[in-house]
């Protein structure tokens, strides 16, 4: 069985930090481009960032540049996206999504139907 499953989400005040966690069952992580989208209540799904395999390219929202970073430990069949400097609008669930065809994000990774498998999600609330 195909799975994805995210962790590492949780409450945090304003300035904090998380790291998010992206575990894979049932296939491998490697050669497959991997994205992070998160969805707010009452908003749009939103790409946040990307990770190729192929050469560890790496894409992210104008909104999180700068912050957040996205990593992948092959080894680990992970994907990781630290999040730094969380502001309030940060606060979202955030999920891990696998595109089984590609290696690369390429210019539409930001697209959530370019992604086949998809995690159920971990909820990120970042409050004083």
């Known amino acids: 069985q195909l799975q994805l499953v995210e962790s590492g989400g949780g409450l945090v005040q304003p300035g904090g930090s998380l790291r998010l966690s992206c575990a894979a069952s049932?296939?491998?992580?490697?050669?497959?481009?991997i994205g992070w989208f998160r969805q707010a209540p009452g908003k749009e799904r939103e790409g946040v960032s990307c990770?190729?395999?192929?050469?560890?390219?790496?894409y992210y929202a104008n909104s999180v540049k700068g912050r957040f970073t996205i990593s992948r430990d092959n080894a680990k069949n992970t994907v990781y996206l630290q999040m730094n400097s969380l502001k309030p609008e940060d606060t979202a669930v955030y999920y891990c999504?696998?595109?089984?065809?590609?290696?690369?994000?390429?210019?539409?990774?930001?697209?959530?139907?370019?992604?086949?498998?998809w995690g159920q999600g971990t909820q990120v609330t970042v409050s004083s």
């Open positions: 999504a696998a595109d089984l065809h590609s290696v690369m994000c390429g210019s539409n990774w930001y697209v959530g139907r370019k992604y086949d498998y």
């Open positions: 990770i190729s395999s192929s050469d560890g390219s790496t």
């Open positions: 049932g296939f491998t992580l490697d050669y497959r481009a």
